[in-house]
């Protein structure tokens, strides 16, 4: 595989980790304030954990639910079930959208790391928004889950791709967001280590949330074999998150 991350989720699995995420789309959430009229895009939804909560607090307003992945947005559907107020779209941040949307708000939460081209996810963010509408995004950023990054780096397996993060730094990151059209901008870096003590548990986070796409290369057998070596050369059960926090609004004029 090169390039973009591919489809390759697995929802039930995913959903079945115990999530940081949880706290971070409650983080993003709280600094974008939805009120109740308010057409909401999730970008990046996932399986719609944090689409569902903001179908609640928008009792009178409608939400977008945007994907790359058919399996997390089959996931999401299965969730929620129908809801007029809700929007499910297929689309790739990454590529140039032609989607006519004028939201109020927009948020993402884990998923713009797996986006190489930030520009173009912003441009695509930024257009999506009505005049004065508001962006507050999660992702990881500079540092994120350095230790396995340099596990990866150690290992024999070179024909590996495993350029498939873009973990951006504040500087780029207010830089991309302002050469989208963005001002109040403020972007910061948030270290946030997790540790998951039961060891079986830990090996499937690990294989269902920061490394399907890099498993997804090999054949079963050599699955397993590459997920040992990179468990055994972790130095502990920790996973050292550094999350990117940014909140921007598209200008009224
Ligand atoms: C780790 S999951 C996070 C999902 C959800 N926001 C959450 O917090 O649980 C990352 C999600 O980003 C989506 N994603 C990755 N690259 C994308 C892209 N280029 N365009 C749209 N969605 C993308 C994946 O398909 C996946 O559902």
Known sequence: MSGEASNDWDPESYDSMPLPHLRWGDRVLAA???????????????TGRDTAKVLDIVTNGR???LDRSSSMLRALRSKIGNNERLEIVMGDLGSELDL???????????????VKNHQTAFSNLFQMLKPGGRLV??????????????????????????????FAGVLETKENLANA?????????????????????????????????HLAEL????????????????PSQQ????????KATRPSI
């Open 219 to 234: 054949r079963v057998d050599e699955q397993k074999v590459f997920l040992k070596d990179v468990l055994d050369r972790l």
């Open 239 to 246: 996973i050292d998150y550094v999350r990117l926090f940014a």
């Open 32 to 46: 974008l304030h939805p009120t109740p009229t308010d057409l909401v895009l999730d970008a990046g939804c996932g």
């Open 100 to 114: 006519n949307y004028r939201c109020d708000a927009a948020f993402s939460v884990a998923a713009l790391h797996w």
């Open 137 to 166: 995004f999660d992702c990881g950023g500079r540092g994120n889950i350095a230790s396995i990054e340099g596990v990866l780096r150690s290992l024999p397996e070179q024909q590996l791709q495993f350029d498939v993060w873009n």
């Open 63 to 65: 939400v977008i639910a």
């Open 181 to 213: 059209g963005f001002t109040d901008i403020t972007v910061d870096l948030i270290k946030d280590t997790i540790q998951i003590d039961d060891r079986k548990v830990f090996e499937k986070y690990i294989s269902t949330l920061v490394l399907p796409f």
